[in-house]
């Protein structure tokens, strides 16, 4: 009978391969007994208490580990704790950093960063004012703004890290310089330019000039479209852009330029009625802001747009076709006499109203480039000229007006006249001449017109203060009232500072000076009257609400009697009207014309000294009812005649006889009157 299995007792593991039988012991035969060591075996642990193989009496699965032989490296493996430490603690302070920079953007610089954002997305456009328009008194526009364009860059879109082509600023500037008419290379340095955002490439380009742009851009678009994924081809005028404004334009080209002026490159005022009437006819710019993207606008992107305001318009006193006629004459003159220069003075003799006021050589004030320097301004106005005998009807103003002599009075005139320290003489040489004070005038005597200047005082000196008095309320030596950029007061010296021969020469127009408006307003102060009207060149106003404002009225003031100007008048129209008078190449048929030659040695503004002559003429007409004054002057007239009569007469003749028509001024029919010349001695 089979003794019971004690399942605490361990039964031996079968022999492993190599061995005899079972496993080698220590002293049996194992490799321990073989090597010639023999070790005690290792003792086993204990089963823990509790497990299965504690109750069967087994050793636990692990095995436990064995000695390392002698002689042999003890490898250990490290903790990882420390490195996922480490590690833990970069990944939080990474996300720190992004918490923190996330903070910032969003909430501590979210405004700046914004703000930043639109300079980019937003495009800030300047809305030009329309510069208000410049008309005649019948409404013709004299000065008009049309559309125009700037056309800008922003190089910041051509930078070769968007564009992907090194020299997009270079291609760019090639296709432009033909169109713009600019030159290649200076296109190109404008545009290479990565880190600015606005350049202004050409200003003032038409219209056409932009469509020209913007269809060869879509054609370039077109062309990127269409080429390879793998060669795109970025359109080089992304960045070209376009501020629409106003351009000046004056569409009768030289008619008034020196009344209108002209605009800068920048569209300011800078010259004549432009300059001086910048601030009302600018007006006020707007300004639109849209969002764009990619060099273009975005339509469905909102849009902040301040309206421009227009400038203001201005209606001139000047009409158009008598500013033409008077025009065409002094060009015609000037250029036939070869003279420096020529001006005519148109004016209504009721309100000082300017209606032509014309210079030659003139300039066309839509291209300055091509202008002669010398006739940007308005020497009409600038000049400053010695009037010779258009000036002694103030002096016979004055002798009317203090009672001392009348239109018959007698003046014996020789050939010279010895004063002060200089002998006086008449343009030309002639026995002793029996003259009344109206032949004076008629002859234009410089002897006779001293004379009788003489009678205003007891004394030379009180003749000089009297006659100053009376040049003063001419409006000699005094602002015209025009207000005009670049206008002379002329030169009257004070009578206590006048030379021995200003004391003489200055009653028959030598020896102070005056410009062509006023030299105009002196006969226009005869013919209305003895009432001096301020000139004026602006009728009025109208706003950019459409209300239309007149001009002040002009200053007036009393000069002469209105008799004493009414002898006057009747003694001019001898000048033209009699046979012995030296105007009658200024005569009109079916008119009475009353008018005054003048004829004086010229100081060239070069040198200071005298050096050839200022011809002109001024009258009125009709005489007996008079409505238009003209006053012709040209200077330094160098082929053919130089007298006053002979080609300045023609000119007022024919400017004076188209203004009638034009203003459509009927003759009185009244004959005038025929003053003496002349008397006989003894009688």
């Known amino acids: 009978m089979t003794e019971p299995r004690d399942p605490r007792r361990r039964v031996p593991r079968p022999a492993q391969r ?16 073989r090597s010639g060591a023999a070790k005690p075996a290792a003792k ?12 069967a009496g087994k050793p636990p699965f692990a095995r436990q580990p064995t000695r390392p032989r002698p002689g042999s490296a003890v490898i250990r493996l490290g903790s990882p704790r420390p490195r996922l430490r480490l590690v833990s603690l970069a990944l939080t302070l990474i996300m720190l950093v992004f918490v923190v920079r996330l903070f910032q953007v969003q909430a501590v610089d979210s405004g700046a960063f914004a703000a930043k954002a639109n300079e980019n997305r937003y495009v800030p456009v300047k809305l030009a004012a329309e510069r208000g328009a410049i008309t005649d008194r019948e409404g013709v526009d004299l000065a008009t703004t049309v559309d125009a364009y700037d056309i800008t860059a922003d190089p910041s879109l051509l930078a070769p890290d968007k564009t992907k082509i090194k020299d997009a600023p270079q291609q760019a500037a090639a296709l432009l310089a033909p169109i713009l008419d600019e030159a290649q290379s200076t296109l190109a340095a404008k545009l290479a330019k990565p880190k600015a955002r606005y350049v202004l490439l050409s200003r003032q380009q038409t219209p056409q000039v932009w469509k020209q742009i913007k269809d060869l851009r879509k054609a370039l678009d077109a062309k990127a479209a269409a080429a390879p994924r793998s060669a795109p081809r970025p359109n080089v005028l992304v960045g070209i852009f376009a501020d ?4 000046r334009v004056y569409p009768n080209k030289t008619l008034a330029s020196g009344v209108l002026g ?14 001086r009437l910048d601030k009302n006819l600018t007006g006020k710019d707007g300004k639109l802001v849209y969002a764009q993207s990619g060099g273009r606008r975005v339509p469905t992107a909102d849009a902040q747009e301040h309206p421009a305001v227009p400038g203001t318009d201005v209606e001139l006193t000047l009409n158009r076709d008598i500013q033409w006629a008077a025009q065409q004459a002094i060009s015609k003159q000037v250029a036939k006499s070869r003279a420096d220069r020529g001006y005519v003075v148109v004016q209504d003799t009721r309100t000082g109203e300017i209606l032509a006021l014309a210079n030659s050589p003139g300039f066309d004030p839509n291209d300055i480039s091509e202008a002669d320097p010398e006739a940007l301004g308005n020497a009409a106005l600038s000049d400053a000229f010695e009037p010779g005998s258009t000036s002694k009807v103030m002096s016979m103003a004055a002798v009317l007006e203090q009672g001392v002599a009348t ?3 007698r003046v014996t005139v020789p050939n010279r006249l010895h004063r002060g320290d200089r002998l006086f003489a008449d343009d030309i040489d002639h026995p002793t001449w029996h003259l009344t004070l109206n032949g004076v005038l008629a002859k234009s005597s410089n002897i006779g017109t001293i004379l009788a200047a003489g009678q205003l005082g007891k004394t030379q000196r009180e003749s000089n203060q009297v006659l100053y008095s009376y040049l003063r309320k001419f409006g ?7 207000n005009f950029p670049g206008e002379t007061d002329g030169i009257l010296a004070k009578p206590q500072d006048w030379n021995t021969s200003q004391q003489y020469t200055i009653p028959f127009g030598q020896g102070l000076s005056l410009n062509a408006v006023q030299a105009a307003s002196v006969y226009s102060t005869i013919a209305n009257g003895g009432e001096r009207v301020a000139p004026s060149l602006v009728r009025g106003t109208t706003g950019p609400d459409g209300r239309y404002v007149p001009a002040p009225k002009p200053v007036k003031n009393r000069v002469v009697s209105q008799k004493t100007a009414s002898t006057l008048a009747t003694m001019l129209e001898s000048v033209v009207d009699d046979e012995e008078g030296t105007g009658a190449k200024a005569k009109i048929p079916g008119y009475r014309v009353g008018g005054k030659t003048g004829t004086s040695n010229r100081v060239d503004p070069k040198t200071g000294s005298y050096r050839g002559y200022t011809a002109s003429f001024a009258g009125f007409a009709p005489a007996d009812k008079p409505r238009i004054t003209v006053y012709c002057a040209i200077q330094n007239p160098t082929s053919g005649s130089y007298f006053g009569g002979q080609i300045c007469g023609p000119i007022y003749q024919q400017v004076m006889q188209f203004a009638l028509k034009t203003l459509q001024v009927p003759p009185t029919g009244a004959k005038p009157p025929r003053l003496p010349v002349t008397f006989k001695p003894g009688e």
């Open 44 to 55: 086993r642990p204990a089963p823990k208490p509790g497990t299965a193989r504690a109750a």
């Open 244 to 247: 629409k404004h106003s351009k």
């Open 262 to 275: 002209f605009v800068n490159r920048d569209g300011r005022g800078a010259g004549g009625l432009e300059a």
């Open 476 to 482: 000699i030596g005094k602002p015209t009232g025009l």
């Open 407 to 409: 239109p018959a009075t």
């Open 18 to 33: 190599g061995q005899a039988g079972g496993r080698a012991r220590p002293g049996r035969g194992g490799p321990a007994a």
